[in-house]
């Protein structure tokens, strides 16, 4: 069976597009999400047929745990996402009564915010971005690893250097302001 000839992908596509909406819906409860997973998943088969290898099992056992793999992808980063918003909810609700009752408060807040902003600038893209997603996205290593296309310990590792550099620069600022 050659995947790449159209006449039999369109024949596999009619076969399995059902068996792969149901293994996606089931994970994420949502039709809109569940019919992007299937196009993921028949997308990733045309483009690189040779990676379904007949030896190890059946196609429509592949295509659906294709299917499962992205979805619970999909739904992890939409529990990230919540757990971040639901982070900046309680930041903002918490900040918002402090700023109305002392508007130095909202100076130094944004004070602050250039600090950190300017210090991320200072980091390599790659460290910038672990940290920005593990700390202001919520993420795990795991999933830092995962958005980046990057093994775990490169993940950690620069998400770990990140944090010391910012440190450092922190530090410096510090000792700066306290000798002036």
Known sequence: MDISDPTVYTTIYEQHRRGVFAAA??????????????????????????SFDAKRGELGSYLRLMARSRALDLWREG????????????????????????PDHRVEQAEA?????DALRTLPENQREAVV???????????????ASVPLGTAKSRIRLGLAKLRDEFG???????AA
């Open 113 to 117: 915010t250039d600090t950190v902003v």
């Open 133 to 147: 997603l593990a700390y202001w996205g919520g993420l795990t290593a795991e999933e830092v690893a995962s958005r």
């Open 172 to 178: 410096n600022e510090y000792l700066a302001a306290r």
């Open 79 to 102: 529990q990230a996402a919540g757990r971040a918003s639901d982070r900046l909810k309680a930041v903002v609700a918490v900040g918002s009564g402090q700023s109305e009752d002392r």
């Open 25 to 50: 819906y089931r994970i994420l409860g949502n039709e809109a999400q569940a019919d992007d997973v299937v196009q993921d998943t028949f997308i990733k088969v045309w483009r690189k047929p040779a």
